[in-house]
């Protein structure tokens, strides 16, 4: 596969070509490794597909996966707590988890255990690879990296997209990298407030 796009938000692609060279150039190993044409084993049962072949979604994060497996990105969670009150919410925010709870539950107020996880981090910097809807992709964006950012455990978080050149022999509702961008830009300059790489691919 090869990249055709890529933008950078808050300077995250001028951060890693500084302070972490070595990492983007995984990266573009990586997705220049994944062979597209062994992906595509979906057999489409949609009438307006003009191909019955389709690239598969999961082969595609099977690929991406082996490959960042070999160059030890590996999966990462956050824990933390939350409650149904907002100001304590605000309160226990950046506290450790076990700190919030602590506070959450000595006001008089249930905590709730929750989490987020992100597929592959190495040296604080997270990757996501998504083959997925529509509404994936907003979470990536604004809670995942955005959370393991806030926490301090990431600089920088990478958003790997196919192109619609490419979305177009997917599956109906798959996200794709310029209607992404889109959303994004249209936030504003500083939203969601975490550096980022959005990343087009196709094969």
Not at 70 to 80: A, G, L, P
Not at 101 to 108: F, N
Not at 167 to 178: A, R
């Amino acid at each position: 596969m090869k990249i055709v796009e890529k933008y950078s938000h808050l300077n995250g692609l001028e951060y890693l070509l500084v302070h972490k060279p070595e990492l983007w150039n995984e990266i573009e190993h990586v997705i220049q490794t994944v062979d597209a044409e062994k992906c595509k084993t979906k057999i489409s049962k949609e009438k307006p597909k003009k191909v019955t072949l389709l690239y598969s979604p999961v082969e595609m994060n099977k690929s991406f996966k082996k490959e960042l497996t070999e160059y030890h990105w590996e999966e990462s969670r956050i824990s933390y707590w939350v409650t149904g009150d907002e100001k304590l919410i605000r309160k226990t925010l950046t506290l450790p988890p076990d700190m919030q709870k602590q506070e959450i539950e000595a006001q008089g107020e249930t905590a709730i255990r929750s989490y987020n996880q992100t597929d592959f981090v190495k040296d604080r910097v997270a990757v996501e690879v998504q083959f997925g809807k529509y509404s994936f992709v907003a979470y990536d964006l604004f809670v995942k990296h955005l959370a393991f950012y806030i926490g301090d455990r990431i600089d920088v978080g990478i958003e790997i997209l196919p192109v619609k050149k490419m979305q177009e022999q997917m599956s109906s509702g798959i996200s794709y990298y310029e209607g992404e961008l889109y959303n994004v830009v249209r936030q504003g300059r500083g939203i969601p407030a975490v550096p980022l790489v959005m990343i087009g691919i196709e094969p």
